[in-house]
């Protein structure tokens, strides 16, 4: 019995990959793939690493908990080019008040011109990188695809495979930009699923100062894939923060990826909020490449009903007297599943390193699920590493001291909630993000409606 | 105010009270006494609602209405007030954003407007010089990293932001310097008023010689077992509880 539904799976799984290998086949016939010729042979090799590996399951160590064969199962397409271009309208809900600098819009992947708004800030290039594959060419042969590698991850080989649009920003060294930049990935959502595989690009140079807020939300309620990856250069002295903010709907399959590269005495902060998706795998894996650097990486995910959410860390340490932390919180309610894998890399050289880890979970039902996984590979003699991992429920003291004083348990529990989370809020620093964030954590909790008007 | 009859209270299936009276009026300022594990403790969290807890007997009335069948919530905005022992810290709420939102919970709960927070800084300003309370306090989360009396401190802090109608000290004096206890005595004698009653649990006289009450009780396991005035305290501060207890076994022992 069990032989036959291990190879039933088998065979659909198989079926998924044969499904991908024909859509590369029809797009590089179609040309669509050939409009940028030099990224053939990357695409291939990418999408030869897919057909070799395929898709992840449970017996594959960087995937035991997260079981993606919903994703290999269904059948995804691009989303047809819409008829008519979306109305500003319908992205208004999705904009951040108090942000008013430059934004790129994506429509099921593809750069929406009219929704956006490139600006003109000094120092700054922004563009679609459809455009940016033949405009400009010579940066993007050197910098796409050299440091997120297909073969850490089926997942990325897929979306090198398919590439097609997705943000390219380049900094130049000195800049100092005062206003976030805000890359919107809107699904449609509309029909019969659809998939996107959105590929960013984002250098800064020396010296430079910037803020960046990735943001993939729904407009219908259909089921559709999202599969992107960003690769990120923080140079030298750099300090760069970095938001990644998951609120699709409840039947999005949303798997990412931070690939970050960073410079000599570069700060890289990472903030990830998930709350949206019904299947979520964010990877994070930064890479402290020159002396000195310091990256935070710090998230906040909050599962409920049937969500699935999985957070990935590989932080790598290649350099001396670099500083990583890491620090962690879910809420998870319902029969939700939580994951937390955090890996850290020292790397022979990179004597000093200081590395820190932390993850601490409320289960706040019964039947809500963590996998909490800490895992160090140190090579290097003279470090110092530590991680530690709690899970717990709702303070009871706490609530009970709350009513003492006249709150209403339910205050008093969303009160508790809305704290817990607010340690990961208050690390983000871009104040229209911040308050907007805390707006929507705060309704995603549990009676959460109850905090506002409090203050 | 309170009257509390013939109470009996068990903790995870062990009696811990086992037939307290006691009669609280207005203006009155009771003090209980009694050695450890005499149930002054659980008399405390009872009255304030705390879960675990099971009254196995008795009734409590608060001002002629059935406490015990009332939420904590609803007792604190009926006007009930707990000093916790052990004042639990809450990190990431901050302490104003909390006692704004606990004192418009009572105001709302009687009707009354809720307090904006021009109004509400004006009430804390006033209220912090009385207890010498310092800003730092206030802007930091609840409780979180407090020393004992700074946390202490806090409590009557709260207590006279929320004005309740029944205060209870659940040991309030334990782990106080004598200035602290100066401070929180002052704070508890400033809230002294012929239409509100105070009930001080303490295991000491000491916090007696500066909030002087009109009654004191020992509480020897489980029982009330003596009552009189503020001489009592001191009779018992100079021959202890032993005296008290040898006394109650003998009686006991004359019973049967």
Redesign the interface.
Known sequence: MTTTLVSASQTRAAAGLARYLQRFAEAERAGTATSAAWLMPLRRAAMDRFAAVGFPTTRDEDWRFTNVSPIAQTEFRAAPTAPAPLPAEAIAPFLFPGLEGVRLVFVDGRFAPHLSSTGAAAGLVVRSLAEALTAERSVLQLHLGRYAEPQHDPFCALNTAFLEDGAYVSISAGTLLEDPIHLLYVSTAAGAPTMAHPRNLILTGENCQAAILEDYVSLGEGVHFTNSVTELVVGDNGVVSHYHLERENRQAFHISRLRSEQARSSTLTSHSVLLGGALVRRNMHPILAGEGGECLINGLFMPRGRQHMDNFMRVEHASPHCDSRQVFKGILDGQAHGVFHGRIIVHKDAQKTDAKQTNMNLLLSEEAQIDSKPQLEIYADDVKCTHGATIGQI????V??????????A?ARA??L???A??SLKRMKVAPVRRRLEQLVSEWLPQGNLLEG?? | MLEIRNLHVTVNNRKILKGVNLSVKPGEVHSIMGPNGSGKSTLAHVL????GYAVTEGTILYRGKDLLAM???E???EGV??A?QY??E????NGT???K??????RK?HGQEELDAMDFLALVKQKMKLLDVDDRLLNR?VNEGFSGGEKKRNEIF?MAI?QPSLAVLDETDSGLDIDALKVVAGGVNALRSPDRAIVVVTHYQRLLNYIVPDFVHVLVDGRIVKSGGKELALELESQGYAAVEAECRALAAASI
């Not at chain 1, 303070?395 to 706490?398: P, V």
């Open positions: 303070n009871e003291d706490a009970f001291y709350l009513r003492s004083r006249g709150l209403s348990a205050v009160l508790l809305f704290a817990f607010g340690e409090m203050d | 304030a609602g705390r879960d939420a904590p919530e007792r604190a905005c007030f707990l916790f004042p639990v809450i990190p990431g709420i954003y909390f006692l939102a606990a004192l418009n919970a009572i709960y989360s709260q929320l």
